[in-house]
């Protein structure tokens, strides 16, 4: 704990309750080469690895240079440097960081290669696993989906061998990112870091059970920290979108500025798509929905598009491009301003509900073949 960090402590209830005041960052080193080349400082807003600058500096002609300023939080920063793909991941604590940066030619396996921390801390440590995690899980699950395929190749032309072979590399991919996680809790589930792994890699898209155990065995002191806290309270409103529980109830406008509202659809099978405009992966998903909806639509089931656009005319431009035919509303808020998205907990899209008759929530982010299988399923039981 040091005098960078404004702390204070309360005791009137059980446990320990920790308040952060706004967060100093001072960072200085050296580039070796790097004279009159930029230095960047990053942030991770939206939760993903897409960071954003939040400064920047010039390296003087003596090859130093110098980055302070305020945070409003505790953060997960990033320095990447002009002319380099590569980063050095940190934790925004506090404390003073110096790095020495050489010119190393950036390779995708080793990101930080060029950047060396002097004293070097868990906090930071723990800051790069988590974006070193989120690199491999996402290598992991492209190989993981070309795996699930050989497996369903196998088990469709009746080849046993083949088959088993390829769940075992299934499997094994499961165990190494397990592995991983694992080593993750072991050396740092009692830092400040500690819940941006959650943030990272474990809040968009994992099962609610994957990310409460992951939650539940990080230490007090990151559950007590404001990004814990503020988890904790995440956690539990998953929960309450997990499968079997009621479907929250909403009004939104349609596109002719008519209220429309979920209640009115108890009785049928709903698919709540969250899209944009601007989404290219949600329009790549639109055939699918298309097909499911052209099949099942005169049997009562409803797709309800809801926007996370800010602007009407692309909003509607959108939808006449793409001839999607189903019902659209949208508060024209966008995702972050999005009532409903907090409401379903939407940090990222495209993002799906299926809910059924009684208007509880049957599954969510199904895509392709696995949602087509799923809606097959509700019909078949009628």
Known sequence: MTKYILIAFFACIPGMSVIF?????HITGTWTGGEAKTVYLNTFPTGTPESVCIDSTSVSSDGTFRLSGNLDELSLLS????????FRTLMGDGRPITINIKNIKYSYKQPDAAFTITSDTLEHAAAAYILKFWG???????????????VEKAKASGNLKEEQATRKKLQECIDTREKEKEIFLTRYGNCLA????????????????????????????????????????????????????KAPDFTLPTVTGEEFSLASLQGHIVILDFWASWCAPCIAEMPTVKEIYAKYKD????????????????????????????????????????????????????KLYIIDKEGKIVDKDLRGEDLKKKVDELFARQ
């Open 299 to 350: 049997k009562g089931l409803k797709v309800i598009g809801i926007s996370m656009d800010n602007s009407k005319a692309a909003w509607l431009k959108s939808i006449d491009k793409i001839q999607i035919p189903w019902l659209h509303v949208s508060s024209l808020k966008g995702m972050k301003g999005c009532p409903v998205a907090a409401l379903y907990q939407v940090y990222a899209i495209p």
């Open 21 to 25: 005041a706004q967060i100093p960052y």
């Open 136 to 150: 491999n899980d996402f290598i992991r699950k492209i190989s993981m989906g070309g795996i699930e395929g050989e």
């Open 79 to 86: 320095l990447t440097i002009e002319g380099s793909k590569g």
């Open 194 to 245: 500690a819940p941006y792994f959650i943030v990272m890699n474990l809040l968009k898209g994992i099962p609610v059970e994957e990310t409460e155990e992951f939650y539940n065995r990080m230490g007090e002191k990151a559950k007590a920290s404001p990004k814990g806290i503020e988890l904790k309270e995440s956690i539990a409103k998953m929960k309450a979108l997990a499968p079997g529980a």
